[in-house]
T-cell receptor
Framework: GDSVTQMEGPVTLSEEAFLTINCTYT??????LFWYVQYPGEGLQLLLK?????DKGSNKGFEATYRKETTSFHLEKGSVQVSDSAVYFC???????????FGKGTTLSVSS | NAGVTQTPKFQVLKTGQSMTLQCAQD?????MYWYRQDPGMGLRLIYY???????DKGEVPNGYNVSRLNKREFSLRLESAAPSQTSVYFC?????????????FGPGTRLTVT
């Protein structure tokens, strides 16, 4: 079945450092790919998305590119802030009205 | 526009007690979902409702029942709570068709079963 694998955390960075969180997936066909973020004590919020190969999703300085050849959707940010401290989830979906398949999440902690 | 709302926010139950978690959305979405989040496990689907009047089991349905009361509301019931059901529960909703199938999440219910 379909699955999503994320790098294990926690990831600890200093403010203004470069961030990469790796995500790879196993799926048939061409799923849509997502990154969700969960701030402490809150629900999940959609951070960015991509629907087809070579699409780049971006939001709030974060970027991820849908790479079909490597089945990857790595999350990057050039300069992290303390306010980016959160848990990040990579996810995929094949069609509307069906469940998202999530990775296990990566905790990011940014210190000043 | 409240999005997805969930009640209660926190709950403590004793083993064997029952309770219902409530979820409502105001985005006119057809599909709704219940997930549970456990440390190191990500989110796992309990039940979902692709449209009003239909419900289906997800990955971890045992010990739970659901009701799609109308298009807006989707409740999750624990008939006889067990410590293994200690978790954070999230409700979500989405469109039933069209790309890219993103889901919108509620703030969660933190449940402890002692």
């Amino acid at each position: 079945g379909d699955s999503v694998t994320q790098m294990e955390g926690p990831v600890t960075l200093s403010e203004e450092a470069f961030l990469t969180i790796n995500c790879t997936y196993t799926a048939t066909g061409y799923p849509s790919l997502f990154w969700y973020v969960q701030y402490p004590g809150e629900g999940l919020q959609l951070l960015l998305k991509a629907t087809k190969a070579d699409d780049k999703g971006s939001n709030k300085g974060f970027e991820a590119t849908y790479r079909k050849e490597t089945t990857s959707f790595h999350l990057e940010k050039g300069s992290v802030q303390v306010s980016d401290s959160a848990v990040y989830f990579c996810a995929l979906s094949h069609q509307a009205g069906t469940a998202l398949i999530f990775g296990k999440g990566t905790t990011l902690s940014v210190s000043s | 526009n409240a999005g997805v709302t969930q009640t209660p926010k926190f709950q403590v139950l004793k083993t064997g007690q029952s309770m219902t978690l409530q979820c409502a959305q105001d985005m006119n979405h057809n599909s709704m979902y219940w997930y549970r989040q456990d440390p190191g496990m990500g989110l796992r689907l309990i039940y979902y409702s692709a449209s009003e009047g239909t419900t289906d089991k997800g990955e971890v349905p045992n010990g739970y029942n659901v009701s799609r009361l109308n298009k807006r509301e989707f409740s999750l019931r624990l008939e006889s709570a067990a410590p293994s059901q200690t978790s954070v529960y999230f409700c979500a909703s989405s469109e039933a068709q069209g790309s890219p199938y993103e889901q919108y999440f509620g703030p969660g219910t933190r449940l402890t079963v002692t």
